[in-house]
Each structure stands twice: as C-alpha cells, then as structure tokens.
C-alpha cells in the first residue's frame, strides 16, 4: 500500500481540521492504521490508531478531541481534530501495516508504511 497524507494547514486555537490519508494499491481492510505527529525538536508521537476490527486508540494529549476513522468505500483514512491547541502544532503523518500487535500499536517501528506528512499549524 501507498499513503498519501493531506489536510494540514494554519488554524487558530479552538477550531478544527480534518486530515485525509489516501491509500493505493491496497486497501485499509487489511491494515492497521495510525497517525502520529512531530513538532521541530521532538520525537514523533503517537496520535491515534485504528485496527482490522475497529477498535480505536488514541494517544493522552489528544484524547476526547481527536477521531481516526476509516472510509473503506474511498480507501481513505481521515483525522478529525478539534479544540485544537498551539501544542498540536507538528507533521502529522499516516501509516499502516497488516502485521501491528496490540501492544505496539502506539510505537512507529510497527508500521511498515508511511504517508509524506502534511503540516498542521495552530496559532494562539
């Protein structure tokens, strides 16, 4: 499969956003889904994630405001952000794999696939 990752841009403190990841020459049906973000001089950080049977996990800082889902019918998974805070501000990027376990959902060396990122600016 193929990602590609789009959506970001500049929004103000408060509002929303809604990020697409668009696969090809897969589909999600089979994989495991996850988006993950890194700000300028930090680690990349587990956002959420999205397994085969529909469970959804989601990292603490974004818990409750942030919703990872899957469009089977358009072969895209999205990030719906909301009450955004300056400190959302990073690359977010897309990923997948089939082979994810449960316990290392949250890391990204279990993903065997990324998306380019696309950046999300928040301003106070």
């Known amino acids: 499969v193929q990602l590609q990752a789009y959506g970001g841009g500049l929004v103000q403190a408060g509002g929303s956003l809604r990020l697409s990841c668009a696969a090809s020459?897969?589909?999600?049906?089979?994989?495991?889904v996850a988006w993950f973000r890194q700000a300028p001089g930090k680690e990349r950080e587990f956002v959420a994630a999205?397994?085969?049977?529909?469970?959804?996990y989601y990292g603490d800082s974004v818990k409750g405001r942030f919703t990872i889902s899957v469009d089977k019918s358009k072969n895209t998974a999205y990030l719906q952000m909301s009450s955004l805070k300056p400190e959302d501000t990073a690359v977010y990027y897309c990923?997948?794999?089939?082979?994810?376990?449960?316990?290392?959902?949250?890391?990204?060396?279990?993903?065997?696939?990324w998306g380019q990122g696309t950046l999300v600016t928040v301003s106070s």
């Open positions: 020459g897969d589909t999600f049906s089979g994989n495991n």
């Open positions: 999205l397994r085969r049977g529909g469970f959804t």
């Open positions: 990923a997948a794999d089939r082979g994810v376990i449960l316990s290392s959902i949250r890391y990204s060396r279990s993903y065997g696939t």
